[in-house]
């Protein structure tokens, strides 16, 4: 690409050194820089690009930008100095890729709880109608079927502008993307037109990060002022109606606001609602009728997930029948109250819930089967050197268990005891054991289990793996499970 029609995206900037006429890429990994390349130094929590320069200019950059002063040999290599690296690299990613969200349809889905579980069921559904399409978020990203890996849910503005990229060039027409808070703030999404835009919920979570729920809500509400003003362009923003904050994101946007909900008034709304133990059926109310809606999802939750869906659907221009003919055969999210399939006389289930909302709704999907003479049994963990305010309050949501064993998620830096213990202050009965180490807390989950009892390992939902320090180590709650269980009651053959 040439030089000058990429740098032309930062308007204030100083230029030393020889500029090369075009360059090759752009990275802000060291590692990552090939022969001909930018190379941006990105000022993190923990790691600075500034002090990799060397490696940098070794592996071949030619150009560097940077906010503070670096060494270089600038007969061969250009430095561009810039007051702010971490918007730069949002201009020049945009730039570099061409804007590829103007290509795509481009769905995000923002909220506390649901973002995995909507943006899945989204993909899926535009999979079973023959659509190409691709889906970013906390599992990875999903490009038509095939799964990457990717390090957060909202990744860098670099590594999210190539995803799109990438999924434009491989004939995708629809994009959705999981919008984290975090990613919001830090201009992670600098540069990505967003056609539609869903708010599912707000409750407490990442208050460590955000300092209070007011900054917390006016985080997500970004996602909906950067929908624009263009009212040539058909965008429209969704909402949960049944959530109190929906009120303040409808004014952050001057697009049409489709509602959906289930107790206050809505555009999508659902009614008489049926729970079982396989499955979830309603009655859907819309704007062109009413329709049986009959999902394979479970939990009232998992209605919220589906309104929304239908909603950001029928915005995007699909029938309500049809969005509804093929959400019947949606199966659960992976690691979204995931029922592990086994013939043991135990019903185990995994989810990602780690925020006292999630833990809540997560035990009211399983209580209406559980027979009177078995009991819950709830793993919760959750991460160490992280939002310490909540756990004592997911203590006590996950307390209506008749047995809860109190663990950790990622504990990395922070010791066993500490997260441990700032949980077990919230407990609401003496029915708990604190295992910080979470192989061991899952085993114990199946010791003092009994046949018929229900088992609900929280926090890790579909990640195979624990950070602890700052290294990951292979762990899956489901795998240690059944081996366990394997040896207790002698099955655990996986059904087919």
């Known amino acids: 690409m040439e030089t000058a029609k990429l740098l032309s995206v930062l308007a204030v900037k100083q230029v030393t050194g020889v500029m090369p006429p075009t360059v090759t890429d752009i990275a802000v990994d060291s590692r990552a820089v090939n022969a001909g390349g930018v ?29 503070k002063p670096v060494t270089v040999d600038l007969d061969k290599i250009a430095v561009v100095t810039v007051d702010d690296t971490s918007r730069a690299i949002s201009l020049l990613a945009s730039r570099y890729y061409n804007y590829p969200s103007k290509q795509m349809t481009m769905i995000g889905v923002t909220g506390t709880n649901g973002k995995t579980s909507v943006s899945g069921i989204i993909q899926a559904i535009l999979q079973l109608a023959g659509e190409k399409s691709a889906a970013s978020g906390t599992i990875g990203f999903n490009l038509n079927g095939t799964l ?43 540069g990505t037109e967003f056609d539609i835009a869903i708010f599912t919920n707000l409750t407490h979570d990442h208050l460590d990060f955000h300092g209070t729920m007011e900054e917390y809500g006016h985080a997500k509400g970004l996602l909906f002022s950067q929908l624009g003003q263009d009212l040539d362009k058909q965008k429209f923003a969704v909402v949960n109606a049944d959530d109190v904050w929906s009120a303040k994101l409808k004014g952050m946007t001057s697009y049409p606001i489709l509602s959906f909900g289930i107790h206050n008034d809505a555009v999508f709304r659902g009614s008489d609602i049926v729970l079982a133990a396989d499955g979830t059926s309603f009655t859907l109310t819309a704007p062109d009728g009413e329709y049986k809606v009959v999902m394979q999802l479970i939990g009232e939750f998992s209605v919220y997930n589906a309104l929304a869906v239908i909603a950001a ?85 996950a ?42 807390a899952v085993r114990h989950a199946v010791e003092v289990a009994e046949r018929g009892d229900i088992i609900i390992f929280a926090g890790k939902g579909h990640e195979d793996y624990q950070i602890i320090g700052s ?7 489901a795998e240690i499970a059944l081996a366990e269980a394997q040896k207790k009651f002698g099955t655990g053959v996986v059904e087919k």
Do not use: W
């Open 39 to 67: 190379f941006v130094c990105i000022e993190g929590f923990t790691v600075d690009g500034h002090h990799y320069v060397e490696k940098a200019v070794s592996n071949g950059a030619r150009v560097i930008i940077a906010s």
């Open 399 to 440: 307390s209506v268990a008749e047995y809860v064993i109190l663990t950790t998620d990622d504990p990395r830096d922070e010791p066993y005891e500490s997260i441990v213990g700032e949980l077990a202050a919230g407990m609401q009965h003496e029915g708990f054991a604190c295992i910080g180490d979470r192989a061991q």
């Open 148 to 190: 990457y890996d990717t390090d957060n849910t909202t990744p860098d503005a670099l590594t999210t502008q190539g995803m799109i990229a990438q999924a434009m060039s491989e004939g995708c027409t629809t994009m959705t993307m999981e919008v984290s808070s975090h990613g919001l703030v830090e201009g992670r999404l600098a």
């Open 313 to 397: 659907l029928s915005a995007k221009g699909m029938a309500t029948a049809d969005i509804i003919s093929y959400l019947a055969q949606v199966p659960a999210v992976k690691g979204r109250m995931e029922r592990v399939p086994t013939e043991l006389p135990l019903t185990i289930y995994v989810d990602y819930a780690h925020s006292p909302d999630a833990i809540e709704k997560a035990i009211a999907a399983v209580l209406p089967y559980k027979k009177a003479s078995s009991k819950l049994i709830f793993v919760i963990g959750t991460g160490g050197n992280r939002d310490r305010l909540k756990r004592p309050v997911m203590a006590e949501k």
């Open 471 to 477: 290294t990951k180590y292979p762990h899956s709650d």
